[in-house]
């Protein structure tokens, strides 16, 4: 099974907002609201689509609805690659 972490969702994160390196992702981020750091539903659902694809995972809507913070999206990520094995 594959773990998702903090650093990937910060890594897909960037790729669907075109950020670079240097933006508001560094540092601990893991218990900030997305809201906080920027990131509206639009961009959330950009990320949770990039991951899908490229984790074969399906991430419905209404599930990552509950994710208000990185920490928080990470725990469902691994939560519904765990119950897709």
Aim: aromatic share 6%.
């Amino acid at each position: 099974m594959t773990t998702f972490t903090l650093a990937d969702l910060v890594r897909y994160m960037r790729e669907a907002a075109g950020e670079d390196e240097t933006s508001v992702l560094d540092g601990d981020i893991s218990a900030t609201t997305f809201g906080d750091l920027g990131y509206d539903s639009l961009a959330l659902m950009e990320t949770t689509s990039r991951i899908e694809r490229e984790l074969g995972v399906s991430l419905p809507e209404e599930t990552m609805a509950t994710a208000e913070t990185p920490d928080q999206f990470v725990q469902v990520v691994n939560e519904q690659l765990s119950t897709s094995v």
